[in-house]
């Protein structure tokens, strides 16, 4: 988190861990300073239970971090595994 550049935060755990409100919060707290936050997908988990926090798939991990010419995130997802409707 020391860099200049943009940075782009994929949480991923699991669903009881990232649905408190400790950890809302703080996503909330890093967003406010300037971190990209991409929202987990949901799904089965790494410990075999199924809901929010899943590791959204490295390609649109990739695409969400594509910065563009004038230094713009240029990603095309809103964190659901649906590309965003706005360009």
Do not use: F, W
């Not at 971190?35 to 929010?52: I, P, R, V």
């Amino acid at each position: 988190m020391a860099t200049k550049a943009p940075v782009l935060i994929c949480p991923s755990m699991n669903t009881n861990m990232y649905e408190n409100v400790i950890v809302r919060e703080n996503i909330q707290k890093l967003t406010s300073r300037g971190y990209h936050m991409m929202e987990a997908d949901s799904g089965e988990l790494a410990c075999k239970s199924e809901g929010a926090g899943r590791l959204p798939e490295l390609s649109y991990i990739v695409e969400e971090g594509e910065i563009d010419s004038d230094g713009k995130r240029s990603g095309r997802r809103n964190g659901s595994g649906n590309r965003r409707s706005d360009p």
